[in-house]
């Protein structure tokens, strides 16, 4: 059984704080990895997707990979109030399908 | 910017009704999915679609559930006699080569 975990939260972090969100992973073959972001009553919304070890970025969101500890993470820097919102990782492995954890809610505190 | 597009956006059926979902995947996108999230709970995989053929399937997806392609760019979910608990979200998905799946708006599937 293919397991993503991800602590629930909620997560609360002042405004242009960094926001740390963490995720392991149970498949140890897993080889793509994606955050999404789910507002409330909302569909999931790609946002970063990551397949190599180390950090990538783009804008404010920098995913981080580690495949030998089987963690995944996502930074968001520059918090916002808009930011709040669930966020869900995901895994995959070559075509099967995506195996998402439960999400982490974060909270932004203007 | 191309989307999926889902309807209804909400549903309400009876229980023992046949309800079917409807989704219009991204044009070019090859593998086609439908995912459920009951309110407060994890999104779940249901079914896969490649080549106009299931790929993969959960143990969710058993013979209440059907999926078909009718034509080149329409992709439905048919739930058989419904039951209060079928009642969810239910996101069409689609994606091409190993791009993470873009999420259609969704189905709010209430069954009374």
């Known amino acids: 059984q293919k397991e993503v975990e991800q602590n629930s939260g909620p997560l609360s972090v002042p405004e242009g704080a960094i926001a740390s969100l963490n995720c392991t992973y149970s498949d140890r073959v897993s080889q793509s990895f994606f955050w999404y972001r789910q507002y409330s009553g909302k569909s999931p919304e790609l946002i970063m997707s990551i397949y190599s070890n180390g950090d990538k970025e783009d804008g404010r969101f920098t995913a981080q990979l580690n495949k030998a500890s089987q963690y995944v993470s996502l930074l968001i820097r520059d918090s916002q109030p808009s930011d709040s919102a669930t966020y869900l990782c995901?895994?995959?492995?070559?075509?099967?399908?995506?195996?998402f954890g439960k999400g982490t809610r974060l909270s932004v505190i203007a | 910017e191309p989307e999926v597009t889902q309807t209804p956006s909400h549903q309400v059926t009876q229980m023992g009704q046949e309800v079917i979902l409807r989704c219009v995947p991204i044009s070019n996108h090859l593998y086609f999915y439908w995912y459920r999230q009951i309110l407060g709970q994890k999104v779940e995989f249901l079914v896969s679609?490649?080549?106009?053929?299931?790929?993969?399937k959960s143990e969710i997806f058993d013979d209440q559930f059907s999926v078909e392609r009718p034509d080149g760019s329409n992709f439905t979910l048919k739930i058989r006699s419904t039951k209060l608990e079928d009642s969810a979200m239910y996101f069409c998905?689609?994606?091409?080569?190993?791009?993470?799946?873009?999420f259609g708006q969704g189905t709010r599937l209430t069954v009374v």
């Open positions: 679609f490649y080549n106009n053929e299931i790929s993969e």
């Open positions: 998905a689609s994606r091409d080569t190993d791009r993470g799946a873009f």
């Open positions: 995901a895994v995959k492995t070559g075509n099967t399908p995506l195996v």
